[in-house]
C-alpha cells in the first residue's frame, strides 16, 4: 500500500482528492472532458491491468466544480478472474488518499419491468449473490472495524442530493436495489424472476464488492446505474456486451450532466 501511495503522490505532486468516482462501461470518457493527470493501472504498483472492452484502465486526477476529484476510468471485475482483494484494493488505496465521497456507477440491466434502456437509477440498496464478500481474511482495524453495519450502505442524504439533481436537470431519475452475480455469463429467465421477487431492480456483475469495502472504510457512497438492457426473460431479444456500450453511449450526455451536478453540490 505504501508503495501504491508513494508512486501516485508522486505522479500527481500530492494531489489530494476529497470525492472518488468509479466510471462503468462506457463511461469512462467522462474523464476526457477536464485536464486530468492520467496514471494506467499497469503502471501503478498493486494495480493490475483491466481487460474489458469499454474500460480504458486508468486513474484520472481533475480538479472538477471546485472539487478534488480521482476518477477510476474502468475498474477491475471478478469475473476477469482477479481475486476479490484485487477488485477492491482501489477503494482502500482511495481512502489512503483522503476520499470522503465515492460515487460509483455502472451498466447494469433492468428487472423491474418498468424500467427502459437509457434510463439512469440511483441506487438505494443491494443483494450480493456473487458468491463472496471482499471483507473475508484478515480484518485491518485501521481501515475499518470487523462486523461493519451495512443498514446504510448508500447514503440518503446523497440519494436525495441526486433526485435534486436529475430534477433541475429534468433527467427522470429512477431508483431501486441493484443485485450482483459474479458474471461473465449474463443471468437466466429463471435467475431473473428471483431477483424480481426478492424486490432487486437492476442486475449487474460489479459496484457491490466496491460499495462493501468503501462503506466499511467509513466512505460515504452514491450509487447510479445506467440502465442498458432488459434482463434476460424481459423481452426475447438476445444480450449482448455491445448493446451495453451502445446504450451508455446514448444516455452519456444526462450520464455526464448529472455527474456534473452532482460534484457542483456534494
Avoid: W
Avoid at 38 to 61: D, K, N, R
Avoid at 156 to 177: F, M, S
Avoid at 189 to 204: F, K, S, T
Avoid at 233 to 261: P, W
Amino acid at each position: 500500500m505504501q508503495e501504491t501511495l508513494d508512486y501516485i503522490n508522486k505522479k500527481t505532486n500530492n494531489f489530494k482528492p476529497e470525492i472518488g468516482i468509479i466510471l462503468g462501461s462506457g463511461l469512462g470518457d467522462f474523464a476526457q472532458s477536464f485536464d486530468a493527470i492520467t496514471i494506467p493501472y499497469s503502471q501503478i504498483p498493486g494495480f493490475e491491468a483491466s481487460t474489458v472492452h469499454g474500460h480504458a484502465g486508468q486513474l484520472a486526477f481533475a480538479q472538477i466544480e471546485g472539487k478534488n476529484v480521482v476518477m477510476m476510468q474502468g475498474r477491475y471485475h471478478f469475473y476477469e478472474g482477479h481475486p476479490i482483494e484485487t477488485v477492491v484494493y482501489p477503494i482502500k488505496v482511495m481512502k489512503k488518499l483522503g476520499v470522503k465521497t465515492l460515487i460509483v456507477t455502472n451498466a447494469a440491466g433492468a428487472v423491474n419491468k418498468e424500467f427502459k434502456p437509457a434510463d439512469l437509477m440511483v441506487i438505494t440498496d443491494h443483494l450480493n449473490f456473487m458468491g463472496t464478500n471482499p471483507l473475508m481474511g484478515k480484518n485491518d482495524e485501521a481501515l475499518g472495524t470487523r462486523f461493519p453495519d451495512m443498514s446504510e450502505v448508500y447514503k440518503k442524504d446523497l440519494i436525495k442530493t441526486a433526485q435534486t439533481c436529475a430534477k433541475e436537470l429534468k433527467i427522470k431519475l429512477q431508483e431501486g436495489v441493484y443485485a450482483a452475480f459474479s458474471g461473465p455469463s449474463y443471468e437466466t429467465p429463471a435467475e431473473i424472476n428471483m431477483l424480481r421477487i426478492l424486490g432487486a431492480d437492476a442486475v449487474g456483475m460489479s459496484t457491490v464488492p466496491e460499495a462493501i469495502v468503501a462503506n466499511y472504510c467509513s466512505i460515504n457512497v452514491l450509487g447510479l446505474s445506467c440502465i442498458t438492457n432488459a434482463a434476460a426473460g424481459v423481452d426475447a431479444k438476445a444480450l449482448s456486451h455491445q448493446e451495453v456500450i451502445e446504450t451508455a453511449d446514448i444516455a452519456n450526455s444526462k450520464f455526464k450532466s448529472l455527474l456534473l451536478k452532482l460534484l457542483e453540490k456534494i
